[in-house]
């Protein structure tokens, strides 16, 4: 098949076809936010801030479908719908040294092997605060969650870690960020609070 006009809304709506769980599609949506707000950050232009924000909403979407295969059945359902390599590879390479062998090498890579688990994390310590807001949510909070190997235990921190080597950026700045990138989408996410 061609490659298609890839649009946000086309996006949105495969994920919808694949994905009926309410908290797998929040949190895509955190980590399309946040996908987006690195690739601001790294100074790319508009169009690249979208495909990155797309590959991270279609990240995890082989997962509720095919938990079995999650980040092998990508590349079948994609390439039906005409995405190109680069999405595809980006995706499938989320899944490295755990259920697969495709090395982050890209940075927009790297950027979604870190943060998928990344916001996972900061979501759980947003909802335990009073305020289930992402608002005034401080890296120490983050942090302090972060030693307590009991909480959020199935959230791979060592992938986070790995994730910020290969990125070659301080760990503390990839969580202060990550924060500032799902604020954006705090509402939709339903972690806005009673701010």
């Known amino acids: 098949m061609s490659e298609v006009q890839i ?3 086309s996006a949105f709506e495969l994920l919808k076809r694949y994905t009926k769980s309410e908290s797998l599609i929040k949190h895509a949506l955190a980590v399309e936010a946040v996908m987006k707000h690195f690739a601001r950050l790294f100074g790319f232009s508009e169009d690249e801030v979208m495909k990155w924000g797309i590959i991270g909403l279609l990240h995890d979407i082989d997962y509720e479908m095919y938990p079995q295969q999650h980040c092998k059945k990508v590349r079948e359902i994609l390439m039906n719908y005409g995405y190109p390599e ?4 980006a995706i499938e390479s989320h899944g490295y040294n755990i259920v697969n062998d495709v090395k982050p090498i890209h940075k927009m890579e790297k950027v979604l092997y870190t943060v998928d688990e990344l916001t996972g994390l900061i979501t759980a310590v947003a909802i335990l605060r009073p305020s289930r807001s992402l608002f005034y949510l401080e890296v120490s909070s983050v942090k ?5 190997k009991s909480f959020a235990n199935g959230i791979n921190r060592q992938v986070i870690e790995d994730g910020a080597q290969m990125l070659q950026m301080d760990l503390d700045y990839i969580i202060e960020q990550t924060i500032v990138g799902m604020q954006s989408v705090a509402e939709e996410i339903g ?3 009673n701010i």
């Open 7 to 9: 649009t946000r809304e």
């Open 86 to 89: 680069e999405y595809i590879r």
């Open 144 to 148: 302090k969650k972060w030693k307590q």
């Open 191 to 193: 972690l806005k609070g």
